[in-house]
């Protein structure tokens, strides 16, 4: 039995057993590389879970973007609640990276908003891999970013126990000097506060107040107490802290650096005025000596990380530290954890690119005096790098590329649904009208309203955003309830559209690339692929095989693709749907299996958020009928209790939202 302990009132079904033995069997005989190829709604997450439950080694799931991470994560927290299950993304809710367009001689500076409480989780994600095994990270390809050396970052922790000879001036300079900020006021995390002979911290791995009690230079006292309501937690006997930023650096080696930085500016210079490049030179040079200065004076400047080689000691061209870092090794020095890449036909892609798209915006501004040479080590791990520091990885996918098949020693299938859904019946119907044929948007007007009759949901893909803006506006015209979907509608809005989908207020929902992937709406019982003959990315052999999967979730499920001519990818993906279903259908009749369709509760975001406004109103109210200041703070309590709610739910849109409100609470009040 391993250390992860899983929790589940359902049993593997279907293919699942099958899949767990072999990707185990994969494990135990040291396959580098495996591919769980599983069909959509097969329960991939449910198979890889239940592999790490027979293992003793933590764990990296690597999904393409910060919402399937979030899915992921609430998922194995729920199969794992004894274990520790982080949350590492981009701490970014907004990010215009630094650049130079030397055609308009444009400088765009790099704009950033922090999102604290994913930089929180981050910590909290850095901490457990460094104090505890049974961890399982799920992170976004930012994972594959610069982070701070984990020796340096351990090796400044420091424990707090009670009983220990510690004076309070002490226990400050050493918060102090791990980038803790003293603080009067309220405390977030990253501060502490001094109330006499006690010591208050935030930690920034975890929203908690540790409450320290000196008395004659000794820790008296160690006690947690919750950040909001101050209500005592646990009285305690000891407890690490970690720094506040995981760039962690001494004096002596700022001072060190600083020195590297500077001789580095000097041999550039050179080079700058030999090429006739004055203004340049002029430009490195001004821009360069202003953030030493700053470094000397506060420790930190804009854009610190660009020096990040001269601070963590690098060779040119060496790999930053990252996530990966903090991961454990064996006595070898190879990586001793197992990665699952979700999704692979998308991510593999994303960490394979990050390293030529930053090299090339880093080469622009070195080029013409905006950054020293050495700004270029402040990047992303190519793809040879990511791969040498990765453990046993399993690609998981219902389309796998060529590259996990071809680089994978077992190619596992998970076909069989536990829940006994086949793929859906597949149909090609002409695109363009031809005697009886009414073409295909006049025949998806008449498949939607047979469907919408019997109680079913459409879904449209077009290829084109224009094209499904047009086309939900002419189906309103003849009468059918539809909305479209697309990139360019805000992330809440597009979550309130999905919602109302599914509760039946419309239809058809009309959209384009983003309904492939991630999209679980077991209500459609029918989609519609216009011009699926259109070869090229929206209509390749994944896409196609993503789409249709969207209809898989509903036992009446079925998919009309729109074509003149069977193309290549057309061809494979009837092909290889046709086969699934045989090999489904046959389990079921062998097994007795009635299909039944999978059932969602519908969960809005967008209705949570229009109670906490209306709450909000009737605090104003409140507001009027008492001291002003003192009912502000009882609101922004509240408001923060709510947050704290939200993002232990990684609900971060909800939270987001709740936070602005707070900032426009505290100002009303002048706080």
């Known amino acids: 039995m391993g250390i992860f302990k899983i929790k589940s009132k359902f049993k593997p079904a279907g293919d699942q057993p099958k899949a767990i033995s072999s990707l185990k069997k994969g494990l135990d005989k040291s396959f580098d590389k495996q591919t769980l190829l599983g069909v959509t709604g097969s329960g991939k997450t449910f198979t890889m879970a239940n592999v790490l439950s ?67 989780l981050r910590h909290e994600a850095t901490q457990a891999l460094l104090t505890r095994k049974d961890v399982i990270v799920v992170a976004s390809v930012s994972c594959i970013y610069g982070l701070g050396s984990p020796i340096e970052y351990e090796k400044v922790n420091f424990k707090i126990k009670v009983k220990n000879q510690i004076p309070r001036r002490k226990l400050i300079e050493k918060l102090v000097s791990i980038y803790f900020e003293r603080t009067n006021a309220d405390l977030k995390p990253g501060y502490f506060r001094v109330l006499g002979d ?71 210079l050179s080079e700058l005025k030999k090429e006739g490049k004055n203004l340049e030179a002029e430009r490195l040079k001004r821009r360069t000596k202003y953030d030493m200065a700053m470094i000397r004076e506060v ?163 077009t290829l084109t955003k224009r094209m499904s803006e047009d086309l939900s506006e002419y189906l309103k ?25 599914r509760k039946g207020d ?25 011009d699926a003959d259109k070869e090229g990315f929206l209509r390749s052999e994944t896409s196609l095989i993503q789409t249709i999967g969207r209809a898989a979730r509903n036992v009446d499920g079925r998919v009309i693709l729109y074509a003149d001519k069977i193309t290549g990818s ?23 299996i009635t299909p039944k369709s999978i059932e969602k509760s519908i969960h809005d975001i967008t209705e949570t958020l229009e109670e906490e406004r209306k709450r909000a109103v009737k605090y104003a109210i409140q507001i009027d009928k008492q001291s002003f200041g003192g009912d502000i703070k009882a609101i922004v309590k509240e408001k923060e209790k709510l947050m704290e709610k939200a993002v232990k739910e990684l609900d971060f849109e909800t939270a987001a939202i709740l936070r602005d409100e707070i900032k426009l609470l505290e100002s009303e009040s002048g706080g």
């Open 54 to 120: 027979k293992e003793d080694r933590p764990t990296l799931v690597i999904a393409h973007n910060k919402t399937l991470a979030a899915q992921l994560t609430q998922e194995y927290k729920e199969f794992f609640p004894e274990n520790k299950v982080c949350y590492f993304v981009s701490y970014y809710d907004y990010y215009q990276p630094e650049a130079y367009v030397p055609v308009t001689d444009t400088y765009i500076e790099k704009e950033a908003q922090i999102n604290a409480e994913i930089e929180r």
């Open 198 to 268: 006690t010591v208050e911290i935030m930690p920034v791995n975890e929203k908690i107040v540790y409450r320290v009690e000196i008395k004659s230079g000794k820790v008296d006292s160690l006690r947690s107490f919750d950040p909001v309501s101050m209500e005592f937690i646990s009285e305690l006997d000891s407890v690490f802290i970690f720094p506040a930023h995981h760039f962690v650096t001494p004096k002596d080696e700022i001072n060190r650096a600083l020195g590297d930085i500077s001789a580095e500016l000097e041999n550039r």
């Open 299 to 461: 420790g930190y400047c804009s854009g610190i990380e660009n020096y990040s080689r001269h601070f963590s000691a690098r060779e040119e061209g060496e790999a930053p530290d990252t996530l990966l870092s903090y991961f454990p090794k064996d006595k070898n020095g190879k990586p001793d954890f197992l990665t699952i890449i979700d999704e692979s036909h998308v991510t593999l892609s994303q960490i394979a690119g990050m390293y030529a798209g930053d090299a090339s915006r880093k080469g622009t501004l070195i080029e013409h005096g905006f950054r020293l040479p050495s700004a270029k080590d402040n990047r992303p791990l190519t793809y040879d790098e990511f791969e040498k520091r990765i453990g046993q990885v399993t690609y998981t996918s219902a389309t796998p590329g060529n590259y996990e098949i071809e680089e994978s020693k077992q190619v596992v299938e998970q076909i069989i649904r536990p829940t006994g859904l086949v793929d859906p019946k597949l149909e090609v119907r002409p695109v363009i009208s031809q005697g009886e044929n009414k073409g295909q948007v006049n025949d998806l007007i008449d498949e939607i309203k047979k469907e919408v009759e019997k109680g079913g949901r459409v879904i449209a893909t």
């Open 477 to 501: 015209e003849k009468g059918i309830k539809a909305e479209y979907l697309h990139s360019e509608i805000k992330t809440i809005d597009r979550i309130g559209i999905l919602s109302s989908f």
């Open 506 to 530: 419309f239809d058809c929902l009309v959209g384009v690339n983003l309904l492939r992937e991630g999209l679980d709406l077991p209500e459609v019982s029918l989609i519609g692929i216009l």
């Open 570 to 592: 057309l061809k494979y993906a009837l092909n290889e749907t046709e086969r699934r279903r045989k090999i489904q259908v046959a389990y079921n009749k062998k097994h007795s």
